[in-house]
């Protein structure tokens, strides 16, 4: 399984990116995938968590309203977009993958994924 990671960059405070992980020899219908972030000095952080077999998205209470995450079954993708951002979204965000249906509570932590892509940079400054 191979996930990878696009669409990081530097962007203004308030402005909007997409990011999207494509994924080969795993299918993001399949399972519970979710999106992470790590911004220096920090832990990991779980933002989002998508099960498309149950019909279930989760989010950060940081991020509600302002990021949406959805699977691209056509094109095999797992897409994060972020709106609205400010200095604290400032990360490297990853996607991550499951072996299971279900989302973990609360997302869960980054022990609960077991796939992981090499992550892109989101610098949001003005």
């Known amino acids: 399984v191979q996930l990878v990671e696009s669409g990081g960059g530097p962007v203004q405070p308030g402005g909007s990116l997409r990011l999207s992980c494509a994924a080969s020899?795993?299918?993001?219908?399949?399972?519970?995938v979710g999106w992470f972030r790590q911004a220096p000095g920090k832990e990991r952080e779980g933002i989002s968590c998508?099960?498309?077999?149950?019909?279930?998205?989760f989010y950060r209470t940081s991020v509600k309203g302002r990021f949406t995450i959805s699977i691209d079954s056509a094109k095999n993708t797992l897409d994060l977009q972020l709106k609205d951002l400010n200095d604290d979204d400032t990360a490297v965000y990853y996607c991550?993958?499951?072996?299971?249906?279900?989302?973990?509570?609360?997302?869960?932590?980054?022990?609960?994924?077991?796939?992981w892509g090499q992550g892109t940079q989101v610098t949001v400054s003005s």
């Open positions: 020899g795993y299918r993001f219908d399949d399972y519970a």
């Open positions: 998508i099960s498309r077999r149950e019909g279930t998205t």
């Open positions: 991550a993958a499951t072996e299971r249906r279900t989302c973990p509570p609360f997302i869960g932590g980054p022990q609960k994924y077991t796939y």
